[in-house]
Protein backbone atom coordinates (compact mmCIF):
# COMPACT_ATOMS: atom_id res chain seq x y z
CA UNK A 1 0.00 0.00 0.00
CA UNK A 2 1.44 3.28 -0.98
CA UNK A 3 2.61 5.49 1.51
CA UNK A 4 2.07 2.96 4.44
CA UNK A 5 4.34 2.44 7.46
CA UNK A 6 4.24 0.09 10.23
CA UNK A 7 5.02 1.75 13.86
CA UNK A 8 5.49 0.28 16.93
CA UNK A 9 3.36 2.07 20.05
CA UNK A 10 3.13 1.25 23.80
CA UNK A 11 0.06 2.06 25.54
CA UNK A 12 -0.58 5.18 27.75
CA UNK A 13 -2.38 5.89 30.65
CA UNK A 14 -3.04 9.60 31.74
CA UNK A 15 -5.36 10.27 34.79
CA UNK A 16 -6.68 12.99 36.14
CA UNK A 17 -6.88 13.17 40.14
CA UNK A 18 -7.53 15.39 42.74
CA UNK A 19 -6.85 18.82 41.80
CA UNK A 20 -7.04 17.74 38.27
CA UNK A 21 -3.14 15.45 38.93
CA UNK A 22 -2.68 14.05 35.34
CA UNK A 23 -0.64 10.43 35.57
CA UNK A 24 0.66 9.64 32.35
CA UNK A 25 2.20 6.01 33.15
CA UNK A 26 3.00 3.42 30.13
CA UNK A 27 1.05 0.19 30.77
CA UNK A 28 2.19 -2.38 28.22
CA UNK A 29 6.16 -3.48 28.28
CA UNK A 30 5.39 -5.05 25.25
CA UNK A 31 4.96 -2.96 21.79
CA UNK A 32 2.25 -3.46 19.56
CA UNK A 33 1.86 -2.79 15.98
CA UNK A 34 -0.32 -0.62 14.22
CA UNK A 35 -0.79 -0.35 10.55
CA UNK A 36 -1.49 3.69 9.09
CA UNK A 37 -2.55 4.56 5.97
CA UNK A 38 -1.61 7.38 3.81
CA UNK A 39 -4.64 10.10 3.93
CA UNK A 40 -6.94 11.77 2.22
CA UNK A 41 -6.89 15.65 2.03
CA UNK A 42 -9.83 16.38 2.68
CA UNK A 43 -9.91 14.41 6.26
CA UNK A 44 -8.22 14.24 9.03
CA UNK A 45 -4.86 12.46 10.00
CA UNK A 46 -4.29 10.42 13.01
CA UNK A 47 -0.67 9.84 13.84
CA UNK A 48 0.23 6.65 15.90
CA UNK A 49 2.77 7.75 18.45
CA UNK A 50 5.34 5.79 20.36
CA UNK A 51 5.96 6.84 23.90
CA UNK A 52 8.94 6.40 25.66
CA UNK A 53 9.65 6.73 29.62
CA UNK A 54 12.09 8.33 31.19
CA UNK A 55 13.40 7.68 34.96
CA UNK A 56 10.33 9.91 36.05
CA UNK A 57 7.99 7.56 34.55
CA UNK A 58 6.75 10.72 32.80
CA UNK A 59 5.95 9.84 28.90
CA UNK A 60 7.09 11.94 26.09
CA UNK A 61 5.92 11.55 22.97
CA UNK A 62 8.59 11.86 20.05
CA UNK A 63 7.33 13.69 17.03
CA UNK A 64 6.40 11.60 13.36
CA UNK A 65 6.64 12.31 10.27
CA UNK A 66 3.75 12.77 7.32
CA UNK A 67 3.92 9.46 6.44
CA UNK A 68 2.55 7.92 9.52
CA UNK A 69 -1.33 9.48 8.92
CA UNK A 70 -4.20 8.11 7.98
CA UNK A 71 -7.74 9.67 7.39
CA UNK A 72 -9.85 9.17 9.93
CA UNK A 73 -13.00 11.19 9.20
CA UNK A 74 -13.91 14.34 7.76
CA UNK A 75 -13.31 18.04 8.73
CA UNK A 76 -16.47 19.00 11.22
CA UNK A 77 -18.18 22.12 11.15
CA UNK A 78 -17.38 24.47 14.00
CA UNK A 79 -20.26 23.15 15.55
CA UNK A 80 -21.96 21.71 19.46
CA UNK A 81 -21.62 18.61 17.25
CA UNK A 82 -20.87 16.68 20.74
CA UNK A 83 -24.26 17.73 22.09
CA UNK A 84 -27.16 15.13 22.68
CA UNK A 85 -30.04 17.24 21.98
CA UNK A 86 -30.54 20.64 20.52
CA UNK A 87 -33.51 21.48 23.26
CA UNK A 88 -32.35 23.17 26.00
CA UNK A 89 -34.35 22.01 28.19
CA UNK A 90 -33.28 18.64 27.79
CA UNK A 91 -29.89 19.37 28.65
CA UNK A 92 -27.65 17.22 30.38
CA UNK A 93 -24.64 17.99 32.83
CA UNK A 94 -21.94 17.57 30.66
CA UNK A 95 -24.12 18.82 27.47
CA UNK A 96 -24.13 22.43 29.11
CA UNK A 97 -20.42 22.25 30.19
CA UNK A 98 -19.21 21.42 26.79
CA UNK A 99 -21.56 24.33 25.25
CA UNK A 100 -20.08 26.66 28.41
CA UNK A 101 -16.90 25.87 26.60
CA UNK A 102 -17.48 25.95 23.32
CA UNK A 103 -19.03 29.46 23.61
CA UNK A 104 -15.37 30.66 25.00
CA UNK A 105 -13.17 29.09 22.15
CA UNK A 106 -15.45 29.99 19.44
CA UNK A 107 -14.74 33.65 20.03
CA UNK A 108 -11.68 36.02 19.80
CA UNK A 109 -10.23 36.35 23.60
CA UNK A 110 -7.81 35.44 25.83
CA UNK A 111 -8.86 32.36 26.82
CA UNK A 112 -9.65 30.79 23.55
CA UNK A 113 -5.96 31.90 22.21
CA UNK A 114 -4.45 30.09 24.87
CA UNK A 115 -6.03 26.65 23.76
CA UNK A 116 -5.29 27.81 20.33
CA UNK A 117 -8.13 29.60 19.47
CA UNK A 118 -11.77 28.23 17.66
CA UNK A 119 -10.02 24.92 16.12
CA UNK A 120 -9.02 23.37 19.30
CA UNK A 121 -13.18 22.93 19.86
CA UNK A 122 -12.15 19.51 17.18
CA UNK A 123 -10.64 18.38 20.42
CA UNK A 124 -13.17 19.26 22.61
CA UNK A 125 -15.93 17.72 20.61
CA UNK A 126 -13.66 14.47 20.40
CA UNK A 127 -13.44 14.79 24.35
CA UNK A 128 -17.00 14.68 24.44
CA UNK A 129 -17.80 12.14 22.58
CA UNK A 130 -15.79 9.77 24.06
CA UNK A 131 -16.54 10.97 27.78
CA UNK A 132 -18.19 8.30 29.47
CA UNK A 133 -19.63 8.30 33.27
CA UNK A 134 -18.51 6.05 35.56
CA UNK A 135 -17.83 5.49 39.28
CA UNK A 136 -14.03 6.35 40.38
CA UNK A 137 -12.10 7.56 43.14
CA UNK A 138 -13.56 10.57 44.82
CA UNK A 139 -10.40 12.53 44.12
CA UNK A 140 -10.53 11.84 39.82
CA UNK A 141 -12.59 14.15 38.28
CA UNK A 142 -11.80 12.60 34.45
CA UNK A 143 -9.74 9.91 33.10
CA UNK A 144 -8.23 9.32 29.97
CA UNK A 145 -6.31 5.90 29.29
CA UNK A 146 -5.16 3.84 26.49
CA UNK A 147 -3.28 4.19 23.89
CA UNK A 148 -3.01 7.73 22.17
CA UNK A 149 -3.18 9.11 18.78
CA UNK A 150 -2.56 12.32 17.43
CA UNK A 151 -5.13 13.38 15.10
CA UNK A 152 -4.52 16.55 12.43
CA UNK A 153 -6.21 18.62 10.30
CA UNK A 154 -4.78 19.20 6.64
CA UNK A 155 -7.79 21.29 6.00
CA UNK A 156 -6.07 23.85 8.98
CA UNK A 157 -3.33 22.26 10.48
CA UNK A 158 -4.38 22.02 13.90
CA UNK A 159 -3.80 19.21 15.80
CA UNK A 160 -4.14 17.27 18.98
CA UNK A 161 -3.83 14.04 20.85
CA UNK A 162 -7.04 11.80 22.05
CA UNK A 163 -6.37 9.16 24.18
CA UNK A 164 -8.38 5.77 23.78
CA UNK A 165 -11.05 6.01 26.64
CA UNK A 166 -12.21 9.16 28.52
CA UNK A 167 -13.78 8.84 31.66
CA UNK A 168 -16.19 11.29 33.94
CA UNK A 169 -16.20 10.57 37.24
CA UNK A 170 -20.03 10.53 38.94
CA UNK A 171 -18.82 10.63 42.43
CA UNK A 172 -16.35 13.73 41.74
CA UNK A 173 -16.58 17.45 41.82
CA UNK A 174 -17.82 17.56 38.17
CA UNK A 175 -21.21 16.38 39.93
CA UNK A 176 -21.23 15.56 43.75
CA UNK A 177 -20.76 18.94 45.93
CA UNK A 178 -17.61 17.22 48.31
CA UNK A 179 -15.15 19.51 49.40
CA UNK A 180 -12.78 16.65 49.74
CA UNK A 181 -13.12 16.75 45.31
CA UNK A 182 -12.48 20.30 44.72
CA UNK A 183 -10.09 20.55 41.67
CA UNK A 184 -9.70 24.64 42.84
CA UNK A 185 -10.28 26.96 45.53
CA UNK A 186 -11.71 29.73 43.04
CA UNK A 187 -14.98 27.64 42.87
CA UNK A 188 -17.04 25.57 44.63
CA UNK A 189 -17.56 21.67 43.25
CA UNK A 190 -20.21 20.56 41.11
CA UNK A 191 -20.56 24.52 39.76
CA UNK A 192 -21.05 25.18 36.17
CA UNK A 193 -17.39 27.29 36.56
CA UNK A 194 -15.27 24.07 38.07
CA UNK A 195 -16.95 21.80 35.12
CA UNK A 196 -15.19 24.55 32.62
CA UNK A 197 -12.32 24.28 34.50
CA UNK A 198 -12.26 20.47 34.77
CA UNK A 199 -12.92 20.49 30.83
CA UNK A 200 -10.38 23.26 29.87
CA UNK A 201 -7.82 21.59 31.95
CA UNK A 202 -8.29 18.27 30.15
CA UNK A 203 -8.06 20.24 26.56
CA UNK A 204 -4.54 21.64 27.84
CA UNK A 205 -3.39 17.90 28.07
CA UNK A 206 -4.48 17.56 24.56
CA UNK A 207 -3.76 20.69 22.30
CA UNK A 208 -0.29 22.36 22.16
CA UNK A 209 0.61 25.95 21.96
CA UNK A 210 4.46 27.83 21.37
CA UNK A 211 7.36 25.34 21.20
CA UNK A 212 5.33 22.54 19.73
CA UNK A 213 4.33 21.66 23.74
CA UNK A 214 1.16 20.48 25.42
CA UNK A 215 -0.56 24.05 26.81
CA UNK A 216 -0.57 22.39 30.06
CA UNK A 217 2.63 20.37 30.88
CA UNK A 218 1.99 16.69 32.23
CA UNK A 219 1.38 16.31 35.75
CA UNK A 220 2.80 13.09 36.33
CA UNK A 221 2.30 12.21 39.90
CA UNK A 222 2.75 15.72 40.93
CA UNK A 223 -0.32 17.44 42.74
CA UNK A 224 1.59 20.95 43.04
CA UNK A 225 2.05 20.84 39.33
CA UNK A 226 -1.66 19.78 38.60
CA UNK A 227 -2.61 23.09 41.04
CA UNK A 228 -0.69 25.18 38.68
CA UNK A 229 -2.14 23.88 36.24
CA UNK A 230 -5.29 24.24 37.12
CA UNK A 231 -4.91 27.34 38.36
CA UNK A 232 -2.92 28.52 35.21
CA UNK A 233 -6.16 27.93 33.27
CA UNK A 234 -8.56 30.16 35.86
CA UNK A 235 -5.76 33.37 35.58
CA UNK A 236 -6.04 32.63 31.96
CA UNK A 237 -10.17 32.03 31.45
CA UNK A 238 -11.91 33.88 34.78
CA UNK A 239 -13.10 36.41 33.00
CA UNK A 240 -14.75 34.19 30.15
CA UNK A 241 -15.92 31.87 32.86
CA UNK A 242 -17.76 34.82 34.85
CA UNK A 243 -19.05 36.16 31.64
CA UNK A 244 -21.02 32.79 30.92
CA UNK A 245 -23.62 33.32 34.33
CA UNK A 246 -25.18 35.96 31.98
CA UNK A 247 -25.65 33.52 29.03
CA UNK A 248 -28.61 31.22 28.77
CA UNK A 249 -28.13 28.25 27.05
CA UNK A 250 -30.80 29.03 24.32
CA UNK A 251 -28.40 32.56 23.52
CA UNK A 252 -25.46 30.39 23.41
CA UNK A 253 -26.62 28.05 20.94
CA UNK A 254 -27.61 31.32 19.18
CA UNK A 255 -24.01 32.72 19.41
CA UNK A 256 -23.13 29.38 17.72
CA UNK A 257 -25.39 29.66 15.03
CA UNK A 258 -24.72 33.75 14.14
CA UNK A 259 -20.46 32.69 14.05
CA UNK A 260 -21.75 29.47 11.45
CA UNK A 261 -23.82 32.20 9.37
CA UNK A 262 -21.35 34.43 9.06
CA UNK A 263 -18.23 32.36 8.23
CA UNK A 264 -20.30 30.72 5.38
CA UNK A 265 -18.30 30.76 1.94
Not at 69 to 80: D, F, I, N
Request: aromatic fraction near 6%.
Amino acid sequence: MEGATVKRTKRLQITSTVLLATQLTLINATAQTALVRSSNPDRYKTINETATTDNSGTASVPELGESTKRSVAPLPRLAPNALTTRDPEKFGTVDRAYLDVFTILNSDNACSAFFGGRYAITALTELILQLKPKYLDKNIAIKMSGETTTVQSQATGFSFRLFEKAEVNLGGSFFQNSPHSAVTSTFRPNTRETRIVVLLHELGHLVKGPGNRWVLPDDGTSLSQSLRNTERVVSVCRQQIDSLSKLTASQELAMADDVIANNQP
